[in-house]
Antibody
Framework: QVQLVQSGTEVKKPGASVKVSCKAS????????IHWARQAPGQGLEWMAI????????TFAQKFQGRVSMTSDTSTSTVYMELRSLRSEDTAVYYC???????????????WGQGTMVTVSS | DIQMTQSPSSLSASVGDRVTITCQAS??????LNWYQHKAGKAPKLLIY???TLETGVPSRFSGSGSGTDFTMTISSLQPEDIATYYCQQYNNLPYTFGQGTNLEIK
């Protein structure tokens, strides 16, 4: 079935980097954009960025410009999101999500990964 | 950025009740509005897109309406499995933004 499977829990110190993976299966990986969003404890959802798995073009929320990068590996149908210069406010569950329409960005997230908890603590 | 204001922030209702959640955008987003259901420890689930179109497999007791700046999602007859937090999300402009969520509980 169509699914996104993310990497496991991470614990990092302030100033470090974290790289979260999102492996797609059950559909043509290169056809659908992948979004990243996060949810801090007690907070709502926050959209972070989007990547075109075919070609790797990315767009980021201004808040994360310069601290986030994303890459795509079509050979393994996996997208990676790296967040640098971590601070305690980055403690959150990070989700990848598939854009529902192939070939262009729509902004409807029809399949979500299970989430990756990232804790930033000294 | 477009701000999405959801109300109420929490809601307690009985099984069988009709439940309505509202979402207001800070500016016109046409019908570019989604609703998601998020259960604790699970991935969010798409319920409604384009403000009123039910995602495949979503029970018909869920419905959505609205356009412009004011939107609603209704559960016609609340079921125990509907306990979750519900979010609206606009996709008229980047960055996509979510409402702060409505935590739905059974009375």
């Amino acid at each position: 079935q169509v699914q996104l499977v993310q990497s496991g829990t991470e614990v990092k110190k302030p100033g470090a980097s974290v790289k979260v993976s999102c492996k797609a299966s059950g559909y043509t990986f290169s056809s659908h954009y992948i979004h990243w969003a996060r949810q801090a404890p007690g907070q709502g959802l926050e959209w972070m960025a989007i990547i075109n798995p075919s070609g790797g073009r990315t767009t980021f929320a201004q808040k994360f410009q310069g601290r986030v990068s994303m890459t795509s590996d079509t050979s393994t149908s996996t997208v990676y999101m790296e967040l640098r210069s971590l601070r305690s406010e980055d403690t959150a569950v990070y989700y990848c999500a598939r854009d529902s329409i192939g070939t262009y960005v729509r902004g409807v997230f029809d399949i979500w990964g299970q989430g990756t908890m990232v804790t930033v603590s000294s | 950025d477009i701000q999405m204001t959801q109300s109420p922030s929490s809601l307690s209702a009985s099984v069988g009740d009709r439940v309505t959640i509202t979402c207001q955008a800070s500016r016109d987003i046409s019908n570019y509005l989604n609703w998601y259901q998020h259960k604790a420890g699970k991935a969010p689930k798409l319920l409604i897109y384009d403000a009123s179109t039910l995602e495949t497999g979503v029970p018909s007791r869920f419905s959505g309406s609205g356009s412009g700046t004011d939107f609603t999602m209704t559960i016609s007859s609340l079921q125990p499995e509907d306990i979750a937090t519900y979010y609206c999300q606009q996709y008229n402009n980047l960055p996509y933004t979510f409402g702060q969520g409505t935590n739905l509980e059974i009375k």
